[in-house]
C-alpha cells in the first residue's frame, strides 16, 4: 500500500527550531489532515498531534503542526536533547480505506 | 486513566499462527475503535487493520487480508489479534492503540518472533 513520505533523517542543534514534512495526497493528508508520533527507541510510539493540529494533554507546547494542501508539517522548537527521536505521521486514506503512515524521520539533536 | 496492557512475547514456527491480547481499561471499551500496527524490527509502522468494539466491525488492511483475524471480547474488555501462516519477515513488534480520532493510546508492544 502507498505510504506517507517523510525525509529519512534530519539533524539539528540544540535549541534550534526542526520541521519535518509529510508528503500525501489528496486521498490522505490532503483530505482528512495527519497525526504526528514520536518513538524513542525500544517504547511504542506516542501521540504529538492530533489530524486536527490540536496537541493531547500532556504534550510540550513546543510541537505544533500544520498543514498546506498534501502536506503535513511538524515543528519542534526550542530542541532538547530528548527530542532525539524517530517522528512519524499517519493520516486515513479514504480510497484505500486503510490508514496509512510515512516511513519516519530519525531527528538527532546535535 | 486510559490503560492497554498486551500479552506477553511469543516464538513461533514458520507455517503456525499467533494471537496477541490487548487488555483495555479505563474507559468505555465499545466506544473507540482499536487498531493493530506492526513494527518491524529497524522499520516504520505498517497498520494492519482495527475493530469497532461495540459491534465487533472489522476493517483490514489490504496486504494481511485473509491471514489477520481481529476479535474482541466484551465482557473481558479485551482485544485480540491472531495472524496466521507466520513467516520469518513476521518477526516484528505488534502494537494495539486506541482511536478517538487520531492514535491516541498505545499497549507496550508484544514481541513476536517467528523462528524455525
Known amino acids: 500500500q502507498a505510504g506517507l513520505t517523510q525525509p529519512p533523517s534530519v539533524s539539528k542543534d540544540l535549541r534550534q527550531t526542526a520541521t519535518l514534512t509529510c508528503t500525501g495526497n489528496n486521498n490522505n493528508v490532503g483530505d482528512q489532515g495527519a497525526a504526528w508520533l514520536q518513538q524513542h527507541q525500544g517504547r511504542p510510539p506516542k501521540l504529538l498531534t492530533t489530524r486536527n493540529n490540536n496537541r493531547p494533554s500532556g504534550i510540550s507546547e513546543r510541537f505544533s503542526a500544520s498543514r498546506s494542501g498534501n502536506i503535513a508539517s511538524l515543528t519542534i522548537t526550542g530542541l532538547q536533547p530528548e527530542d532525539e527521536a524517530d517522528y512519524f505521521c499517519s493520516a486515513w486514506d479514504s480510497s484505500l480505506t486503510a490508514w496509512v503512515f510515512g516511513g519516519g524521520t530519525k531527528l538527532t539533536v546535535l | 486513566q486510559v490503560q492497554l496492557v498486551q500479552s506477553g512475547a511469543e516464538v513461533q514456527r514458520p507455517g503456525a499462527s499467533v494471537k496477541v491480547s490487548c487488555k483495555a481499561s479505563g474507559y468505555t471499551f465499545t466506544n473507540y475503535l482499536v487498531h493493530w500496527v506492526r513494527q518491524a524490527p529497524g522499520q516504520g509502522l505498517e497498520w494492519m487493520g482495527m475493530i469497532r468494539p461495540g459491534n465487533g466491525v472489522t476493517t483490514y488492511a489490504q496486504r494481511f487480508q485473509g491471514r489477520v483475524s481481529i476479535s474482541r471480547d466484551t465482557s473481558t474488555t479485551t482485544v485480540y489479534m491472531e495472524l496466521s501462516s507466520l513467516r520469518s519477515d513476521d518477526t516484528a513488534v505488534f502494537y494495539c492503540?486506541?482511536?478517538?480520532?487520531?492514535?491516541?493510546?498505545w499497549g507496550q508492544g508484544t514481541l513476536v518472533i517467528v523462528s524455525s
Open positions: 492503540t486506541r482511536d478517538s480520532g487520531s492514535f491516541e493510546d
